[in-house]
């Protein structure tokens, strides 16, 4: 039985723990900060009272590391709400938000930008990543669509043929980028070492309103666990809520990956964490699956971004498949994880 008290412990929990790990991070870098100050320095941008902090100190956290840390924060927020949906989607706790080619669909339209700048004459890569994806989501959908359904299991299988297909765009281009070589392969690692405040509103805006609205979708998304007739006879409508949250996850997902690359791990193993924990109810396995990707998106990035425990500095996709690999087959080896 649901129940609303359990959702806002969760969340209240969650929602503090993230918080002291962003004050934690922030702290953190080759100018060591401390958390009091740190606190004192977000107060200040926020404009809630005015606390005395040293300019440098609050030009460091304002200016250099809060923007990167609410942006992993952002990403992983959008990142493990989309694979909970994917998983309870496709039914299968390996799904993740690239199952369908988004993550490939923002790195052709990325690579693109970077190793062709004469013909994506845009500036940056954000919006080639976001278009990229979008577009990827919508032809597998088409090509699995016929006559008014979209089987689950054509719709996997488009996906990994288009995703084998733009991989090998991706890797043409790549060759043939010559002096943006670098540039290319670090964003397909998935990265968050150039974040600005325009990357968190680029990506902000849309996660959280996305988020929301699926939000309203999860007694649908419990139900589609039933099965596709059993939920039409329960009354949800089932195409059309498929397409809706199929839209949704992949929005959310291409508003992450244009603004920090190919992050992989974070929705596939966040999302099966938290069901374990809380159990397989959408309305309490997204919210909380949300704010846990976010809080270990930021500590993945703090690794990286300091290079704690004897690590060098290095892209955030490499510590999440570093931590997330080993971890997932812990999972697989330790606990059931065969069914929803």
């Given at each position: ?6 959702l806002?412990?969760?969340?209240i929990?969650?929602s ?6 962003v004050i934690?991070s ?7 900060i ?7 320095a ?8 005015v606390h ?6 609050q030009t460091i956290?304002a200016?250099v ?7 992993a924060?952002t990403?992983?927020f959008?990142?493990a709400?989309?694979?909970?949906v994917m998983?309870?989607f496709?039914?299968?706790?390996l799904?993740?938000p690239?199952i ?9 339209g990325?690579v693109?930008a ?6 994506v004459?845009?500036?940056?890569v954000h919006?080639?990543?976001f278009?990229?994806?979008l577009?990827?989501?919508f032809l597998?959908y ?14 996997l299988?488009?996906?990994?043929a288009?995703?084998a297909?733009l991989?090998?765009v991706?890797?043409f281009?790549?060759?043939h ?6 540039e290319?392969v670090?964003w397909m690692?998935g ?17 959280v ?9 999860t007694?649908?998304?419990n ?6 007739e059993?939920?039409q006879n329960l009354?949800?409508s ?6 809706l949250l199929?839209?949704?996850a992949?929005l959310v997902?291409?508003a992450?990956?244009?603004v920090?690359g190919v992050?992989g791990f974070?929705g596939?193993?966040?999302p ?7 159990g397989p109810?959408h309305?309490?396995l997204l919210?909380?699956?949300a704010?846990a ?9 703090t690794?990286?971004r300091?290079g ?9 996709g490499i510590v999440?498949?570093?931590v997330?690999?080993?971890f997932f087959?812990?999972l ?9």
């Amino acid at each position: 039985m649901f129940r609303p008290g359990r959702l806002g412990s969760w969340s209240i929990g969650l929602s503090a723990l993230l918080i002291c790990v962003v004050i934690a991070s922030a702290a953190l870098g080759p100018v060591r900060i401390d958390p009091l100050t740190v606190s004192r320095a977000i107060l200040n941008l926020a404009g809630v009272g005015v606390h005395e902090v040293p300019a440098t100190h609050q030009t460091i956290v304002a200016d250099v590391r809060l923007p990167r840390i609410l942006l992993a924060a952002t990403v992983g927020f959008a990142l493990a709400a989309a694979g909970t949906v994917m998983q309870g989607f496709f039914r299968n706790p390996l799904a993740d938000p690239s199952i369908i080619g988004v993550s490939s669909g923002a790195a052709v339209g990325a690579v693109a930008a970077i190793a062709f700048p004469a013909l994506v004459p845009i500036g940056s890569v954000h919006l080639p990543a976001f278009v990229g994806a979008l577009v990827t989501a919508f032809l597998v959908y088409a090509i699995a669509t016929e006559g008014g359904r979209t089987p689950v299991a054509t719709l996997l299988l488009a996906g990994v043929a288009i995703q084998a297909f733009l991989g090998a765009v991706i890797s043409f281009m790549v060759v043939h980028s010559g002096e943006n070589l670098r540039e290319a392969v670090i964003w397909m690692m998935g990265h968050l070492h150039r974040s600005s405040w325009g990357d968190v509103g680029f990506a902000l805006p849309v996660t959280v309103v996305g988020v929301l609205v699926l939000g309203a979708y999860t007694r649908e998304m419990n139900v589609l666990l039933l099965g596709e007739e059993d939920a039409q006879n329960l009354g949800v409508s089932v195409e059309r809520t498929k397409l809706l949250l199929l839209a949704l996850a992949s929005l959310v997902t291409a508003a992450g990956v244009a603004v920090a690359g190919v992050i992989g791990f974070v929705g596939l193993v966040v999302p099966h964490m938290m069901r374990l924990i809380v159990g397989p109810d959408h309305r309490i396995l997204l919210p909380t699956s949300a704010l846990a990707g976010a809080s270990f998106l930021v500590i993945a990035d703090t690794v990286a971004r300091v290079g704690a425990f004897g690590l060098p500095i290095v892209p955030v996709g490499i510590v999440t498949a570093t931590v997330g690999a080993p971890f997932f087959l812990y999972l697989l080896t330790s606990r059931e994880v065969h069914a929803l």
